[in-house]
């Protein structure tokens, strides 16, 4: 097997689709698995009682957290790099993104986990969600040119290797990173200021541009939950954006159906829209589709007075918490709720507004304006 070394020829083309296509891979292991099983593990949890449940449930929750860590390995594994550089990478990138954090704490601090009380000042780690995907991404994309640089100009540090790799790129690049990592996360914060600035239109027109916003945001590797939460995106804001996200898995469901295995379509369904990145990117006009379904769909939201909450409005149709949200009546929920629908109207704005709009959609821009075609979707995840 041929390796990534100095020899290899970067190309920006080449680079850039390698990164997109790591990091789609890295999300949808970390992402996927728990939203599968997670609420129906909530069946066998019990609060405060631990048993094999709300252990597989923390196994689960775990992968997220370790999201920046398998972009690196992944984006690591699309170069073909050796096992010292893809483990180096992925530690570069774990310490880099925030999704593990850390502190030092005082002496007589008690461990929460084994109630040990330190005898010493002692850091402590802790796993804080699935941190920034964007950070992730860049801190790998510079990775792959200081592992690159290294091998072509100093050989890959030769025999020590083992011993400079992990200090030099594993904490190197994860200092830089961590470094740059406040900055990058101004992105989000500029984005979720954008899309804050439709919350303050009439109901149809803040319905149709935040569903419009989010039908795009869930295809980057911007966090749609992340910008929810940021700007506390709650009501019809909320149920707006849901349908967004909503609109995007369609007409990525309509296309994948045709050309994909069924596991791609199914993962699609499943929450896994990230992971089409490297084909949406690769053609952007197929954001068309999802914008045009996206507007349609968000207007019965506003008509009807779809709400929801912050937590709920960038899952779509992940878990169906938007769905639910919109129609169970939760007493914590009314700071953000002053309407509940029906489940009627819960699955007329969230299943069949949508499914309509995206066929009709899909078949005018693929059949009259031949904008794009289903093989522009065909991929792997």
């Given amino acids: 097997m041929n390796y990534f070394d100095g020899s290899y020829e970067l190309k920006f083309k080449d680079f850039f689709f390698k990164v997109l296509s790591g990091s789609a891979q890295g999300i949808l292991i970390g992402v996927l698995p728990s939203a599968v099983l997670k609420y129906l593990l909530k069946l066998f949890i019990t609060p405060g009682v631990a048993n094999w449940a709300t252990d597989l449930n923390a196994i689960l929750v775990l992968f997220q957290s370790m999201i920046p860590m398998l972009i690196g ?71 792959v040119l200081v592992i690159w640089l290294i091998a072509k100009y100093l050989k890959g540090f030769g025999s020590v290797a083992i011993i400079l790799s992990p200090i030099v790129v594993g904490g190197g690049v994860g200092l830089l990173g961590k470094a740059i990592a406040p900055y990058v996360g101004d992105v989000t914060t500029w984005i979720g200021q954008a899309v804050e600035t439709f919350t303050k239109l009439q109901p149809v027109p803040m319905a149709v541009l935040i569903a419009m916003a989010f039908s795009i945001i869930i295809i ?25 996200v909503i609109a995007t898995t369609v007409v990525l469901l309509i296309n994948s159906i ?54 709920s409005a960038g899952f779509g149709w992940i878990g169906m918490v938007t769905p639910i949200q919109s129609v169970a009546k939760d007493a914590a929920d009314k700071a953000f709720i002053t309407h509940y629908v029906s489940p009627v109207v819960s699955i007329l704005v969230f299943f069949v507004v949508p499914i309509v709009v995206g066929f009709v959609v899909d078949y005018v821009l693929t059949k009259f304006v031949k904008l794009y075609q289903p093989e522009d979707f065909q991929q792997e995840i």
Avoid: E, R
């Fill in 73 to 143: 390995v992944a984006i690591a594994l699309q170069f073909k790099m050796k096992p010292l550089d893809v483990g180096v990478m992925g530690i570069a990138v774990a310490a880099a993104s925030g999704s593990i954090k850390w502190a030092t704490a005082a002496a007589g601090f008690v461990n929460p986990v084994t109630g040990v009380k330190t005898v010493a000042p002692s850091t402590v780690y802790i796993a804080a969600g699935a941190g920034d995907v964007i950070n992730a991404m860049i801190v790998s994309a510079i990775g």
């Fill in 220 to 244: 980057t590797p911007v966090s749609t939950v992340g910008i929810a939460l940021a700007i506390s995106l709650a009501g019809l804001g909320s149920g707006a954006a849901g349908v967004g």
């Fill in 258 to 311: 045709k050309v994909n295995k069924v596991g791609t379509s199914v993962a699609i369904f499943l929450g896994a829209m990230k992971g089409m990145m490297p084909s949406v990117f690769a053609k952007p006009v197929t954001m068309i589709p999802f914008l045009i379904t996206a507007a349609v769909s968000g207007i019965p939201v506003a008509l009807m007075n779809v709400q929801g909450t912050p937590t």
